[in-house]
């Protein structure tokens, strides 16, 4: 199987900064895309931004110019760094990604268990 393990989430005041790190670890034979998640409190979890195998990254309109995704696929760790953050921005931050375990013929998807952020007006 393959774990992901999220860190970085805290409490930082409207114009702050805060770089949330996921490493995947595990039986991992191939990891294609990463990606962050978010959950505002009572509402669904939606994309932040992705990153796949190869660099190319995607963001959602509301962090774009703001949160930038970055990953070392040597260390198999994904990176979100977000700046200029907004009281909206607060939410439980997801890891996902897709990956193949070595015990596994085909590839599915992995998520971590969630790391708060919150953002004081």
């Known amino acids: 199987q393959v774990q992901l393990v999220e860190s970085g989430g805290g409490l930082v005041q409207a114009g702050g900064s805060l770089r949330l790190s996921c490493a995947a670890s595990g039986s991992i034979f191939s990891i294609n895309t990463m990606a962050w998640y978010r959950q505002p409190p009572g509402k669904q979890r939606e994309k932040v931004a992705t990153v796949t195998s190869g660099g190319s990254t995607g963001y959602a309109d509301s962090v774009k110019g703001r949160f930038t995704i970055s990953r070392d696929n040597g260390k198999n760790t994904v990176y979100l760094q977000m700046n200029s953050l907004k009281p909206e921005d607060t939410a439980v931050y997801y890891c996902?990604?897709?990956?193949?375990?070595?015990?596994?013929?085909?590839?599915?998807?992995?998520w971590g268990q969630g790391t708060q952020v919150t953002v004081s007006s």
């Open positions: 996902y990604t897709h990956a193949r375990s070595i015990y596994e013929m085909g590839f599915r998807d992995y």
